[in-house]
Structures are given as C-alpha cells and as structure tokens.
C-alpha cells in the first residue's frame, strides 16, 4: 500500500494556497481551473438542508470552510498534521483527524453515515487499484442517495492523460497517479459515475450509490 508523504506536505502548508493560485492563473497543469472544480464540487451539494460532509485531504480548506459556513456537518481527514492545524482554527466545530487515507477511514468515523464524500486534488496519490479499493470501503459509510465527489487533475481517457503530459513535459509529476475516467468506470461498472471535464487537464469525478453503470 502506498503511503502518504506527510512530512512533505506539513512543509508545503504554508506556501501551498500561493503555488495553487500562481499554477490557476497561469492556466497550467495541476491546478488549472482550480477553482472551476472547487465550485463545481461546491454546487452538487445543497445548502438549503444541513448535510454530513466527509472531505478527504481537505489540505488547507478551501473548499470545507464553505461547506462549514453554509452550517453542514464537516468532518474530514488529512495526513499532514500542519494542514489540520491550519483547518482547526477556521473551522473549531468540525471534526477533524490526521490520518492516512490510502487505509481507509480512521476508526472515529467508522459509525458515521455520509450524505457527501467529496476530495479535491488527493485522491492522486493513490493508484487505480488504491482508488477502487478506497472507494469500495467508501460506499459503506455513504447514504444510498449520496455520492462521492474526486476533484483533480483527471481525464476521459489515456489519451488526454498523454497529450497533457506531453504539453507540461518539464514539470509533469510522474510519481503521481491520476484519474481516468474511462478506467475507474471499467472498474467499477456496478455504479453509476459521470465525469465533467473542465480542463485540459482538470475534471470532477462523480459516483453514486446506485446499481447502474452511466459514463457520458
């Protein structure tokens, strides 16, 4: 199982909001359209009824403090402890852990069902085969009318993925592990997912409680 680099990510917290706007605004890989998919996740979930949100490396909580002011219910885990201590003086009242994703969820959370699951640009560290099997354990803690929300760098397909990379060629991030969509829906074809594309390089990534396979 591959294992979550904290320690880089406690020295990246300070600095990483700035590296994050500095990449949107220059329109380049990662986070192109940044906040293109933060809003995206954002308007899938309703903000006229109180919900219990799970936000899987919420890193320095862009997208959470909304949902957190909006009055939802936020819990969240995160492996570096920096990051959590940055979300813990914004939002007192959520329910925050350290914890490396790739095992799951930590054992506080194994009782609590989830209207949302939602992730922005984490769910890369993890491979195919670590990404289905997280999502399976996912499904457990989910309402059967909830969904799990992956906003990242994503693709349709391989060929996207190797167009991009080819493009961003200098700084492309070969360690990493990102979402085609084509690929997760063969892997998990009993759901019923959908992928929105918005970016050369960026997409959301949205999958149901459902027992039907859609891919747009």
């Not at 380049?28 to 359209?33: D, G």
């Amino acid at each position: 199982m591959f294992r979550l680099r904290d320690k880089e990510f406690d020295l990246w917290a300070e600095s990483y909001d700035r590296d994050v706007e500095n990449s949107e605004n220059e329109g380049r890989y990662p986070f192109a359209a940044y906040e293109d998919v933060l809003n995206t996740i954002y308007n899938k979930i309703p903000n006229n009824q109180k919900k219990v949100i799970l936000d899987i490396g919420f890193g320095t909580d862009v997208l959470t403090k909304r949902l957190y002011d909006d009055g939802h219910e936020i819990y969240g885990v995160d492996f570096s402890q920096e990051m959590l201590n940055i979300s813990k003086i914004k939002m007192k009242e959520a329910k925050l852990v350290q914890f490396d994703f790739s095992k799951g969820l930590p054992e506080e959370f194994n009782n609590i069902i989830f209207d949302y699951i939602i992730s922005s640009y984490a769910i890369h560290h993890l491979t195919d085969d670590e990404k289905v099997e997280l999502i399976t354990k996912l499904l457990k803690n989910l309402k059967d009318d909830g969904a799990i929300i992956f906003g990242d760098v994503a693709f349709r397909n391989t060929e996207e993925m190797l167009k991009a990379k080819e493009k961003d060629k200098d700084i492309w991030d070969d360690e990493e592990h990102y979402i085609i969509a084509d690929k997760i829906c063969k892997l998990l074809p009993h759901l019923n997912i959908s992928f929105e594309k918005l970016s050369y390089c960026s997409g959301v990534l949205t999958i149901f409680k459902e027992k039907t396979s859609h891919y747009p």
